[in-house]
């Protein structure tokens, strides 16, 4: 197969950096897909290409062979997200283990939702990883893993407040966390706030506003509710009445998501996670908005 090998000059707006996030593909069919958006996006350049792990564990194989193929086929640098849902502390430290030995060297570590789902009550399993905290312990202990955490600039849907979330984050990084990927959030307001109180507590490790360009407004504003994020009416009223036109709806989508991008980069802001959904055509265009640039530097049978 001949690839064009292309390399993002930086961008004009500053020093920018991305990230992307995908999850591993069910069928053949969403494998082509995934690949398509990976090829279409490596030549950003981001930091690193980060692949999710299905609630209660149930894209272990998957994720761990979309991120092996990443590190076998492209230059790109995989971050492997792994939960402490529904498993034991051995078989979660083999699945650490099983990254090391590939040269995975980042691992996004999360406690994961209830098995039963969002809303219901967590109860660790026994035996295993209680808290992501411990996960993020459990990381360093194993090998020199780089470790990024979640951030909920609305905190997250089981806590009491936003403080008791703040507690959470610093210890995981007393545990060993080196960056923060935040939930995504439609309001700038929400981030600028929560990372004033994230530096007012003393932690000082990135926080990189996550973003998930709308390709469907009514999947995201249901998905919204159970992760707690807010979506204003502001937004609400963009995507009225066009359901049934998804031409205008990613056209719009594009404008919104650029515009919040744009107003972060006035803020100072200059890494960006993106939710990719798989999908690149919005990422890319985002990401061409911030100033990012690729150009062709070899071409390769
Ligand atoms: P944490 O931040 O560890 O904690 C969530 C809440 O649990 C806290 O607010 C607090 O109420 C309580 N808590 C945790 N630790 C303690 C403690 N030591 N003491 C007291 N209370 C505590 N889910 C997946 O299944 N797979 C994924 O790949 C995935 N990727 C994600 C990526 C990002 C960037 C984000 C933001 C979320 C992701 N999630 C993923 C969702 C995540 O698993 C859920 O939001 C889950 O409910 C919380 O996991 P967490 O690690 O974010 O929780």
Redo the contacts with the bound molecule.
Sequence with gaps: MAHDFLRASRSPLGNIRVSF?F?PPKTAEMEASLWDSITRLAPLEPSFV????????S?RER?HSTVARILRETTLKPAA?????AATREEVDEVIRAYHAVGVRHI???????VSG?GSA?EPHPGGY??????VAGIRRLGDFEV?????PE??????TLD??L???K??VDAGATR?????FFDNAHYLRYVDRVRARGINIPIVP?IVPVQNFRQIASFAKK?GASVPQWLADRFEGLDDDPATRRLVAAAVAAEQVLDLVDHGVTDF?F?TMNKADLVYAICHLLGLRTHLIERAA
Excluded: I, M, N, W
């Design positions: 996030e999850f980060s692949v999710t792990y299905g609630a209660g564990g894209t994720t997200h792994l939960t402490c849902v996004v570590a999360l406690r994961g939702d209830p969002p967590y209680a808290t992501s905290t411990d996960l990024t955490v979640s951030a909920y905190k997250h849907p089981e806590s009491a008791a979330d507690d959470v984050l210890a995981k923060a990927v935040t939930q995504f996550g992760t996670h939710y």
